[in-house]
Structure formats: C-alpha cells, structure tokens
C-alpha cells in the first residue's frame, strides 16, 4: 500500500489559542487560564494524549475483529506527567515532554488472559501514534517569512 499523507493546517489566534483545520473539521487548542490561555479546547499536551488514546482505539477494533476476540464497552484512559521548566526555560535536566505516558484499557471480554494479552501486544505495535510517542520521528521545523 501506498504511504497516505495526513496534514492540518494551524492559525495562531493568541499566544495561548491555535486554531486548527484538518479536512473539514476545526479544533481549537488552547491553554488553561492558569497557563494563559482561555480554556477553548484541550492545551497541546492533552491533544497528544486525545490523539493516543484515538488511535488505540480504532487499533484496538481492528485487531480484535482479525483475532475473533470480542470487545464490549471499551473505555481508554491516558494520561502523563511533564516537567514545564524546559518550557519555561528554567534550569532543569528533564526533557520538555511527558516523562511516561499510561494508557488503561477497560473492556469486557470472553476471551481468555491469553488472548487479551497476545491482543494488547499487538495493537501496541500497530498503533501509529504510539509507534511516533516510542520511537524518534525526525522532525523538521521550517521558519518562512511572510513578506
């Protein structure tokens, strides 16, 4: 199969606040009051942990309906925990980022211990957010002026 490319496109609306298009949708990403922002949508970090806890879950259908296992009432929860000093430029020796993300998957199942487990293994290597959040994706930042 061909590489599918997915792209959005992003209008600054303040320091805190970007509005996103992808297709034909818009999302607004913004900070809470405390970090500056106005609380219009979820804050970037929490956008990366949406996008996660997303793509498990269409990974997670997909791999089940391949292995025969039924998934009832699947429910995912993720969340993180970062150090803002590098944001902040303060001295610090973490890295900007989440130092771990946990995800929890709770769902009903017939399927035997090791039939979840042979399935948990596989939608963690399948998943292509979690593939980015677990490996190195280099990353190019292009700065252009407007003229």
């Known amino acids: 199969m061909p590489d599918l490319t997915f792209a959005v496109k992003a209008h600054s609306e303040s320091p805190a606040r970007t509005r996103v298009s992808v297709r034909n949708f818009t999302l607004v990403v913004d900070e809470p009051p405390e970090l ?6 979820p804050n970037p970090v929490e956008t990366v942990l949406a996008a996660f806890a997303g ?13 025969g296992l039924t998934l009832r009432d699947l429910e995912l929860e ?14 610090t020796s973490d890295r900007a980022g989440f130092k771990q993300i946990a995800v929890t998957l ?26 980015n959040l677990s490996h190195i994706t280099p990353v190019k930042l292009i700065a252009e002026h407007k003229t």
């Open 106 to 131: 709770r769902f009903h199942t017939d399927a035997s211990p090791e039939a979840v487990e042979r399935w948990r293994r596989e939608v963690e290597a399948r998943c292509p957010v979690s593939d």
């Open 55 to 67: 793509c498990l879950n269409v990974v997670a259908h997909l791999v089940a309906k391949e292995q």
């Open 78 to 91: 993720a969340s993180g925990a970062l150090n803002p000093d590098r944001l902040m430029n303060q001295p």
């Open 36 to 41: 500056g922002g106005t609380d219009a949508g």
